[in-house]
């Protein structure tokens, strides 16, 4: 049943990675066998200096290994340099992508500044010109990158393909009679941009290993489809994502569906889930999801595992949801610090469960777990460390929450082993 849903392959989990070159972007590895890296983007006014200088730091502490700024007039060029430099002073490396689109080989040649400061080019091929003008602005922002030594994303959109290979493989589908269909062909139309647009790089004087591809589309299928295609036809690292993955519930399943199945299959280097954020929402929800993801996979390890039951009509009370979401909210609080103290702590598992059925049993699988009491049953909360039932709380919910946290932060700060540097220091 399993390998009748979109393709999947039972055994895929299985499936070693594929072969890619790494490209170094500033600090970070993509490709070459590195662990996938997580992305993001800021969706400030670059030109706000103050604005994306804060959200930039926002995304990285809570985890963005890398950090994309639209770059698309010439107030932004101008601002990027100064807020590489607000970020450096912050004690923040984490690397900047300059997203252009339409006029990059412009600002890249006139704010020298810029193009030095950012780590990495995104180049769509789809929105960089028109007709004869295409190649050579492409190429242009390639030899701005040779010079200053920067990798490049040549990042095509489904939203934005070069129209005139759309229609030019549409014909050549007419008049062959190939028996396409438009969203086959379109699939088709992307990797070959990219596949063309990298031997352009190529000869514009790039090497194989500063040049990532992605090739973006909002359908699940399609984009499952394309990057099958185009991981066997070339092994540049490759970067996932839809181009718009949605608010809420159906961004987060839409890009699970899709990219689950490709990670699954050995298929990409780093990742974005391109949420579509409530007015004022938090931006780094993008980023929590990419790092769940790849920690349901198996495939890293970011921070504590919370387990939480769903609820029925056992547990009317809202105790342990609540209990559940400041676990989960005190340890986003605490990985920065942790992290950097503790060696392997973000493999910690926690569960917090609501009543007798699933409860004792989860939180004894789990490093530290607690069994609230369900309707009718006795208020008391075991609570099980690595197995063994070591105290039972009681008390009001402030007082559960209160001694619960200490539980954690004991249990951080005796099971795992300082960081050497924190022993050096």
Excluded at 35 to 61: G, K, R, Y
Excluded at 257 to 269: C, K, M, N, P, T
Aim: charged letters at 25%.
């Amino acid at each position: 049943m399993l390998n009748q849903i979109a393709g999947f392959d039972a055994n895929a989990l299985r499936h070693p990675r594929k072969k890619t070159y790494g490209v170094k972007v500033g600090p970070v590895q993509v490709g070459g066998g590195a662990p996938i890296v997580v992305q993001s983007m800021t969706n400030t006014d670059t030109a706000d200096v103050e604005s994306t200088l804060q959200q930039t730091l926002e995304l990285a502490e809570a985890g963005s290994e890398i950090v994309r700024w639209t770059v698309n007039v010439p107030e932004a060029a101008a601002a990027v340099p100064e807020i590489k430099k607000r970020l450096l002073d912050k004690g923040c490396k984490v690397p900047i992508i300059g997203d252009f689109h339409y006029n990059g080989h412009v600002l890249l040649t006139k704010y020298p500044a810029c193009a030095a400061a950012l780590d990495k080019y995104r180049i769509n091929p789809g929105n960089v010109g028109a007709g004869q003008r295409r190649d050579e602005q492409f190429s242009t922002i390639c030899k701005v990158a040779v010079d200053h030594g920067k990798p490049v994303r040549i990042g095509v959109n489904g939203g934005s393909l070069n129209q005139e290979l759309v229609m030019r493989k549409m014909q050549e589908n007419t008049d062959r009679n190939l028996g396409k269909e438009s969203e086959e062909i379109i699939n088709d139309c992307m990797v070959l941009s990219a596949l063309e647009s990298t031997e352009l790089a190529l000869e514009s004087g790039l090497r194989h290993e500063q040049i990532i591809i992605s090739c973006k589309t909002s359908r699940p299928r399609d984009l499952i489809t394309v990057y099958r295609d185009l991981s066997n036809k070339t092994q540049q690292p490759l970067h996932l994502g839809l181009t718009e993955a949605g608010m809420g519930m159906k961004g987060l399943v839409w890009s699970s569906a899709s990219l689950g199945v490709l990670l699954a299959e050995g298929i990409g280097d780093t990742i974005r889930i391109s949420l579509t954020p409530r007015p004022g929402g938090d931006r780094r929800e993008e980023v929590y999801a990419c790092q769940e993801l790849l920690q349901a996979l198996g495939l890293r390890s970011f921070a504590p595992s919370v387990t939480a039951c769903p609820g029925c009509g056992r547990t009317t009370s809202t105790t342990f949801q609540e209990l559940a979401e400041r676990t989960q909210d005190y340890i986003r609080e605490m990985m920065p610090t942790w992290k950097t103290q503790y060696e392997g702590v973000e493999t910690m598992t926690l569960a917090v469960m609501g009543c007798i059925v699933n409860g004792p049993g989860e939180s004894k699988a789990a490093n530290i777990g607690i069994s609230l009491p369900g309707t009718g049953e006795a208020p008391r909360c075991p609570v099980y460390i690595d197995g063994e039932k070591k105290v039972t709380l009681e008390g009001t919910y402030d007082e559960l929450a209160a001694a619960f946290r200490k539980l954690l932060d004991d249990y951080v700060s005796t099971k795992y082993p300082p960081k050497t540097e924190m022993v050096a220091k």
